[in-house]
């Protein structure tokens, strides 16, 4: 076989190998981001009784272990909870109902709620909920537009740090475009 034959086999061998590997890795871990609208609305989230009224600002993260959109704001929370908690911010956590998972390590400082009142109205996920140290819903609705959350891009960090530095927040209504979950059903 003359060897420019056996070069040519060579290469078309590899240039195939490499599509193939592509393919695969673009097939099982690239997702296309597809914007979804949402319209979060905090009129019936309430506190549990035994967390409500006056006391620490208090964030709530609503997490779906089957939604691939939390991995985006994951290590953004876990920032937000190291530095915030050294405020004075409690920070809680609630499951979508039905649902089975674990939270990373990194947030193993959310203390879990088994209910919040009014979560079965959520639109999507994930979301946070946060209350000011008056007991009052500050703001309710995503991380930030967009696939995923930073510092950059948060609408929470302006909010924590509004509420510790003791300006009042009033955000409960907030339609955004973003990488969300339906969290009904």
């Known amino acids: 076989m003359p060897r420019h034959l056996l070069t040519g086999l060579t290469l078309l ?15 099982r871990y690239l997702r296309p981001f597809d914007n979804h609208t949402a319209l979060f609305a905090g009129d019936t989230l309430r506190l549990p009784e035994d967390i409500a009224g006056p006391g ?14 939390n991995v985006g704001n994951q290590q953004h ?3 937000l909870t190291e530095h915030f908690a050294a405020q ?4 809680y956590v609630v499951q979508k109902p039905g649902t089975h998972g674990q939270l990373p390590a990194t947030l193993g400082a959310l203390k879990p709620l088994a209910d919040l009142p009014g979560a079965e109205h959520l639109p999507a996920s994930p979301a946070v909920a946060i209350w000011d140290r008056n007991g009052q819903l500050a703001y309710f609705g995503p991380y930030s537009e967009g696939a995923t959350c930073n510092s950059s891009n948060s609408f929470i960090e302006p909010i924590l740090l509004a509420l510790t530095q003791g300006r009042s927040v009033n955000a409960t209504h907030t339609l955004a475009v973003g990488c969300y979950c339906p969290w009904a059903g």
């Open 13 to 27: 061998l590899c240039a195939a190998g490499l599509w193939w590997a592509y393919d695969s890795f673009q097939g």
């Open 56 to 69: 620490p600002g208090r964030l709530v993260h609503f997490w779906d272990p089957a939604c691939p959109c």
């Open 77 to 79: 929370l876990a920032e």
């Open 88 to 91: 004075g911010v409690e920070f």
